[in-house]
Nanobody
Framework: QVQLVESGGGLVQAGGSLRLSCAASGSIFSFNAVAWYHQAPGKQRERVASLTRSGITTYADSVKGRFTISRDNNKNTIYLQMNSLKPEDTGVYYC??????????WGQGTQVTVSS
């Protein structure tokens, strides 16, 4: 079963940057649309960025112009470059296919905390 492992989160001041990574144990990213999802404290998980097989990206209005999703199929890894971070970006970030399905299962995510 393919596993997803997110990394790169941390504590950063408002206006700072982070680069998140998501590594898959298999080559599922090459053949599917992928996305990053954000779960703020006490809220439901929501998609913030997606990337199709053909390279088309979409972003939630809240992160447009600040976040960039990319992929490296050779490394079975997707990335989320996060710039100009805001306190409301705080939460756990997950990667998965878009739309998510039964498999792969959600990883543990990576915590991002933005201080004001």
């Amino acid at each position: 079963q393919v596993q997803l492992v997110e990394s790169g989160g941390g504590l950063v001041q408002a206006g700072g940057s982070l680069r998140l990574s998501c590594a898959a144990s298999g080559s599922i990213f090459s053949f599917n649309a992928v996305a990053w999802y954000h779960q703020a404290p006490g809220k439901q998980r929501e998609r913030v960025a997606s990337l199709t097989r053909s390279g088309i990206t979409t972003y939630a209005d809240s992160v447009k112009g600040r976040f960039t999703i990319s992929r490296d199929n050779n490394k079975n890894t997707i990335y989320l470059q996060m710039n100009s971070l805001k306190p409301e970006d705080t939460g756990v970030y997950y990667c998965n296919l878009f739309p998510p399905s039964i498999a792969p299962s959600w990883g543990q995510g990576t915590q991002v905390t933005v201080s004001s």
